[in-house]
């Protein structure tokens, strides 16, 4: 197939009801340059020819200009290339910013996923927790929960402190017997929701993270624990001679499909949860129509989205998962990538993108960093800078997924300073 010579990118801005359109030729514009609008049902579209070569892009709004009108191009200079515009977006009883915050940016939560579904490796198909044995789905609470809950059970207005806590003038934390502490953690740890409280896996229960599906160990099947590749692995923890000694030092084991030596997860001391990533395996869902399940950048996002809500911070680090050996060789070792998102939630089209129609995704300026700027970044108490953690092999596919979304935007548009522009593409539920 012959390359087009016209490229069209179009973004759409909710927050301020108007559709981005710019449009990259490869020569100067001339009489044969046209742009003009086409509508159809409730879309819209741009249909631009050029040169004896025409293009079009569904738009990722519907824009208020009349059918078959022609945009007016503006020739700033002999040799312009590229073209922009500003559509406004049509009036309707619901804006598009609201649709967009109706729609659940989460993948695979709780009420999504069937209760008793078989969960299967998505590389080969290989059964990984049988069918019938999780009889619920759970989410879990966002990170940070034991903390927020004993904030709330210390601070809680308008009742009294029963636990020793001094917050006069004159007292201080090192006031508080021993014995006073101690009673405290018991008590709230009775609760369940001390600082010091983990949930761990249960049996018959399916608990759901962000990025994640943890379960209990005698719950799954055909998996190989490992402290660093699948041929140093086996398929009984117990059997590991390397387990009683790694699990004080590290956070967790490799785990791997036994079928394809896929890694899929890892195993949590802390939680004693076979900890699974959403991207490797396949679950029968409550969607009425089948789509594609969630990929890495979907869970990225969402995992960036939450990290934002819970600390208004939109600059985050993305590192390997601490404590967990890679099983690859330092050639593919993934780079440490420096996010500062730009726009949660937006939807973008273009002419060289990989699927056809809108794409909702998150706008995000990225650069990669070594490990040891990391460090510095994390380790400065001014930072506001928050922690995200993935596998290897996960980054390196963000990585990629990012240099591809940023060729796709105008050339003026890829690059800020040091950092460069792209998209990850959000889970739309």
């Given at each position: 197939?012959?390359?087009?010579?016209?490229?069209?990118?179009?973004?759409?801005?909710?927050?301020?009801?108007?559709?981005?359109?710019?449009?990259?030729?490869?020569?100067?514009?001339?009489?044969?340059?046209?742009?003009?609008?086409?509508?159809?049902?409730?879309?819209?579209?741009?249909?631009?020819?050029?040169?004896?070569?025409?293009?079009?892009?569904?738009?990722?709004?519907?824009?208020?200009?009349?059918?078959?009108?022609?945009?007016?191009?503006?020739?700033?200079?002999?040799?312009?290339?590229?073209?922009?515009?500003?559509?406004?977006?049509?009036?309707?009883?619901?804006?598009?910013?609201?649709?967009?915050?109706?729609?659940?940016?989460?993948?695979?939560?709780?009420?999504?996923?069937?209760?008793?579904?078989?969960?299967?490796?998505?590389?080969?198909?290989?059964?990984?927790?049988?069918?019938?044995?999780?009889?619920?789905?759970?989410?879990?609470?966002?990170?940070?929960?034991?903390?927020?809950?004993?904030?709330?059970?210390?601070?809680?207005?308008?009742?009294?402190?029963?636990?020793?806590?001094?917050?006069?003038?004159?007292?201080?934390?090192?006031?508080?017997?021993?014995?006073?502490?101690?009673?405290?953690?018991?008590?709230?740890?009775?609760?369940?929701?001390?600082?010091?409280?983990?949930?761990?896996?249960?049996?018959?229960?399916?608990f759901v993270d962000l990025t994640t599906l943890l379960f209990a160990e005698e719950d799954c099947a055909g998996i190989t624990f490992s402290v660093s590749a699948f041929s140093a692995g086996a398929t009984s923890r117990d059997t590991l001679t390397e387990a009683t000694s790694i699990s004080s030092m590290s956070s967790g084991l490799n785990i791997f499909c036994t079928n394809c030596e896929t890694r899929i997860g890892y195993f949590n001391y802390k939680t004693s949860a076979v900890t699974v990533f959403k991207w490797q395996v396949s679950c029968q869902t409550n969607t009425p129509a089948p789509r594609t399940p969630p990929t890495v950048p979907e869970c990225l996002?969402?995992?960036?989205?939450?990290?934002?809500?819970?600390?208004?911070?939109?600059?985050?680090?993305?590192?390997?998962?601490?404590?967990?050996?890679?099983?690859?060789?330092?050639?593919?070792?993934?780079?440490?990538?420096?996010?500062?998102?730009?726009?949660?939630?937006?939807?973008?089209?273009?002419?060289?993108?990989?699927?056809?129609?809108?794409?909702?995704?998150?706008?995000?300026?990225?650069?990669?960093?070594?490990?040891?700027?990391?460090?510095?970044?994390?380790?400065?108490?001014?930072?506001?800078?928050?922690?995200?953690?993935?596998?290897?092999?996960?980054?390196?596919?963000?990585?990629?997924?990012?240099?591809?979304?940023?060729?796709?935007?105008?050339?003026?548009?890829?690059?800020?300073?040091?950092?460069?522009?792209?998209?990850?593409?959000?889970?739309?539920?």
């Amino acid at each position: 197939m012959a390359t087009s010579h016209i490229s069209i990118y179009a973004e759409l801005l909710s927050n301020i009801r108007q559709v981005s359109l710019a449009v990259s030729l490869d020569s100067a514009t001339d009489e044969s340059t046209k742009v003009r609008i086409a509508h159809s049902n409730d879309t819209s579209s741009v249909h631009v020819s050029h040169a004896g070569e025409t293009s079009h892009l569904t738009l990722p709004g519907r824009v208020s200009c009349p059918e078959g009108q022609e945009l007016t191009i503006q020739r700033r200079s002999a040799d312009a290339k590229v073209l922009t515009w500003r559509l406004p977006l049509v009036h309707d009883n619901q804006t598009a910013a609201q649709r967009e915050g109706a729609r659940s940016s989460v993948p695979w939560e709780a009420r999504d996923l069937v209760p008793g579904s078989e969960v299967s490796c998505r590389k080969c198909q290989a059964p990984l927790v049988r069918e019938g044995s999780v009889k619920e789905w759970k989410d879990l609470p966002a990170e940070g929960w034991a903390e927020m809950m004993e904030f709330w059970h210390c601070h809680k207005p308008g009742e009294e402190h029963h636990h020793g806590h001094d917050h006069s003038s004159n007292g201080t934390a090192e006031d508080k017997s021993a014995h006073e502490t101690k009673a405290d953690e018991e008590t709230l740890a009775s609760r369940g929701y001390g600082a010091t409280s983990t949930i761990t896996a249960q049996k018959g229960v399916g608990f759901v993270d962000l990025t994640t599906l943890l379960f209990a160990e005698e719950d799954c099947a055909g998996i190989t624990f490992s402290v660093s590749a699948f041929s140093a692995g086996a398929t009984s923890r117990d059997t590991l001679t390397e387990a009683t000694s790694i699990s004080s030092m590290s956070s967790g084991l490799n785990i791997f499909c036994t079928n394809c030596e896929t890694r899929i997860g890892y195993f949590n001391y802390k939680t004693s949860a076979v900890t699974v990533f959403k991207w490797q395996v396949s679950c029968q869902t409550n969607t009425p129509a089948p789509r594609t399940p969630p990929t890495v950048p979907e869970c990225l996002s969402a995992t960036l989205s939450a990290t934002i809500s819970r600390t208004g911070s939109s600059k985050s680090l993305l590192l390997p998962i601490n404590g967990l050996a890679s099983p690859y060789s330092t050639s593919r070792s993934a780079p440490v990538l420096h996010f500062w998102i730009l726009n949660p939630s937006l939807r973008y089209a273009s002419t060289h993108a990989a699927t056809s129609g809108p794409t909702p995704a998150m706008k995000l300026l990225y650069r990669t960093i070594s490990r040891e700027e990391a460090d510095r970044i994390l380790e400065d108490v001014n930072s506001d800078v928050q922690e995200v953690n993935l596998p290897e092999e996960a980054i390196c596919v963000v990585a990629e997924a990012l240099g591809e979304s940023n060729a796709l935007l105008p050339v003026a548009e890829r690059r800020y300073r040091e950092w460069t522009v792209g998209m990850l593409r959000t889970w739309e539920g």
